[in-house]
């Protein structure tokens, strides 16, 4: 007696591949990230005021870390806000 249920194999879903990301900061030679440079530090909040992930970005992490305490300082500073529009 033949099977009820024959499985059928699925073919293997193409992987993404998206466009190599680098860093903004190492590029120009920036050393420490300004809490003052808002037009910088804009790029890195979301339009609901959440910090972008590193993995967004494409910042190395020893300029996220600097990029996160920079967004915080400005906030704190009412320079940025903590929620978005």
Do not use: H, W
């Not at 993404?16 to 808002?38: L, N, Q």
């Not at 530090?41 to 300029?63: D, E, H, M, P, T």
């Not at 500073?77 to 929620?83: E, K, N």
């Amino acid at each position: 007696m033949p099977p009820k249920f024959i499985k059928k194999k699925r073919k293997p879903r193409q992987k993404r591949t998206e466009a190599p990301k680098f860093c903004r900061f190492e590029k120009d030679g920036v050393f420490e990230v300004d809490y003052r440079d808002i037009g910088i530090l804009g790029r890195y909040v979301s339009a609901q005021g959440k910090i972008n992930a590193r993995k967004r970005n494409g910042s190395s992490a020893f300029y996220q870390r600097q990029v996160t305490t920079a967004i915080k300082r400005a906030r704190f500073l009412a320079l940025l806000p903590y929620v978005g529009e």
